[in-house]
Structure formats: structure tokens, C-alpha cells
């Protein structure tokens, strides 16, 4: 929320827009390190349960990677090939 109340004012000097700020987000939820610390103290005793803590982070972080990348082509602007040099 406070990044977007802050990209509303702040606009026109950072030069991005709402989709750009949602698709870099999107790109944040990849941090799984964390995630897999958190299910390994959780599911300590139980190896099966570990397997598909793990699992579901790394599901989760791929397909943040692919939603993110996705979400971010199409937000950026497009930019044309460079003229070829004459000669």
C-alpha cells in the first residue's frame, strides 16, 4: 500500500506506472529461503512433510517467476531495433 500511495504522488520523477510497480512485486515473492527455514523448523520431524513443504515453495517461487516476467512484458514499453549504420 505504501508503495503505490508513493508511486501516486511520485509519479511523474519515477516514471513507471501501477502494472510495472504490481509486476516487480510479483518478482519479490521468490524469496523461498526463508519460506524453506520456516518449514524445516515446522516440519521438523516428519520427512514427508518436509518433501512437500518444499515442493510448494519452490511451485510457488517458479511460478511468481513466470507471472512476474509475464506481467512485466507487457507493461514495458516497447522499444524499436536500432536503424542499421549506412555504408
Known amino acids: 500500500m505504501t508503495a503505490w500511495l508513493y508511486l501516486k504522488v511520485m509519479r511523474q520523477k519515477l516514471g513507471i ?3 510495472q510497480l504490481y509486476a516487480t512485486s510479483c518478482l519479490c515473492g521468490v524469496g523461498f ?3 524453506l527455514f520456516i518449514g524445516s523448523l ?3 520431524s516428519d520427512p514427508h512433510l518436509i ?3 518444499r515442493l510448494g515453495v519452490l511451485t510457488g517461487s517458479t ?3 513466470i507471472y512476474g516476467l509475464f506481467l512485466l512484458r507487457r507493461t514495458l514499453p516497447r522499444h524499436e531495433a536500432p536503424l542499421p549504420l549506412p555504408g
Open 17 to 19: 506506472t501501477t502494472g
Open 42 to 44: 515446522a516440519f521438523g
Open 63 to 65: 511460478l511468481s517467476i
Open 33 to 35: 529461503t526463508m519460506s
Open 51 to 53: 518433501n512437500l513443504c
